[in-house]
């Protein structure tokens, strides 16, 4: 028979590119933290650093395009 701690699955946040027009940089940030983990000039550099953390940590990542909207998972 399963636990109540068993049973908790830990939800692990995604990761999220977006640009930040007012510092015009590439930013990561995971879902459900309110700092930005790193920033980057190109949407290249980031797109490198968010497959590493999102591999290491086994959890996904979202891209979006400069104007806001969705690209690809």
């Known amino acids: 028979m399963k636990t109540k701690e068993d049973k908790?699955?830990?939800k692990k946040g995604i990761y999220r590119v977006i640009y930040n027009q007012a510092t015009r940089k590439w930013c990561i940030k995971r879902d459900g933290a309110d700092r930005i983990?790193?920033?980057y000039v190109t949407?290249?550099?980031a797109?490198?650093?968010v497959k590493?953390?999102?591999e290491n940590n086994e959890v996904g990542f979202v891209?979006?395009?400069k104007d806001g909207k969705f690209q690809k998972k």
């Open 8 to 10: 908790k699955e830990v």
């Open 37 to 39: 983990i790193s920033s």
């Open 43 to 45: 949407k290249e550099e």
């Open 47 to 49: 797109l490198t650093k």
């Open 52 to 54: 590493k953390l999102s």
């Open 63 to 65: 891209v979006y395009k």
